[in-house]
């Protein structure tokens, strides 16, 4: 298996512009998560995902923050609009489904994302 | 808010020595499970410890877990430069990893 797969790995915009970050998660695995990493906050789980149903969205920033995953096979995080301090690395982990809540996760690559 | 915080934030060792990595957390969990990134890549898993073991191991690493004291430890034995990395715990509640800040490991050839 390819592992999880993120694109762009690099992201550079301005100010005010969209951003969309894609994840296609392992095959077979039931949960997709979302995380930004930076030095000052460590890394912070946005929004996951269960058989590519939204469980729980608390740690989505602002209503700038949105996610979908239209399938098993695709996820999307989108920032509109996008602003200096969303600056960070943005990671999709996948993990298949336990007696008792999800195994250990899968990480993508990350994507690097710069707004100027 | 964090959960786990490891401790130390940063280790530096001489290559064959033993690391001792740290971690605390303050509410109850399913399991806790540790992470290790390598600069500017993804994390990648290395250990889960549920709630009901003590301790755990996998090659070269063994883990702990005290949950009466809320905390856990990771140990590398015999380090490798190759173990140079950051290293994260992670708590398991509701479905979700709350991860700590990491500690920074360095081995030195």
């Known amino acids: 298996d390819a592992g999880v797969i993120q694109s762009p790995r690099h992201e550079v915009t301005e100010m005010g512009q969209e951003v969309t970050l894609r994840c296609k998660p392992i095959?077979?695995?039931?949960?997709l998560f979302w995380y930004r990493q930076t030095m000052m906050r460590g890394l912070e789980l946005l929004i996951y995902?269960?058989?590519?149903?939204?469980?729980?969205d608390s740690g989505m920033p602002e209503d700038r923050f949105s996610a979908k995953m239209p399938n098993a096979s695709f996820s999307t995080l989108k920032i509109q609009p996008s602003e200096p301090r969303d600056s960070a690395v943005y990671f999709c982990?996948?993990?298949?489904?336990?007696?008792?809540?999800?195994?250990?996760?899968?990480f993508g690559p990350g994507t690097r994302l710069t707004v100027t | 808010s964090q959960q786990g915080e490891e401790d130390p934030q940063a280790l530096s060792i001489q290559e064959g020595e033993n690391a001792t990595m740290n971690c605390s957390y303050k509410?109850?969990?399913?399991?806790l499970q540790w992470y290790r990134q390598n600069s500017g890549r993804g994390l990648v898993h290395l250990i889960l410890?549920?709630?009901?073991?003590r301790e755990k191991h996998s090659g070269r690493l063994r883990v702990t877990l005290d949950t009466s004291k809320k905390s856990s430890s990771l140990l590398i034995t015999a380090s490798r430069a190759a173990d140079t990395a950051s290293y994260f715990c992670?708590?398991?509640?509701?479905?979700?990893?709350?991860f700590g800040k990491g500690t920074k490991l360095t081995v030195n050839p």
């Open positions: 095959s077979g695995h039931d949960y």
């Open positions: 509410t109850s969990i399913n399991n």
């Open positions: 995902f269960n058989n590519n149903v939204p469980i729980d």
């Open positions: 982990a996948s993990s298949l489904a336990g007696l008792a809540g999800p195994y250990e996760q899968y």
């Open positions: 410890i549920r709630s009901n073991e």
């Open positions: 992670a708590t398991e509640r509701s479905e979700k990893l709350v």
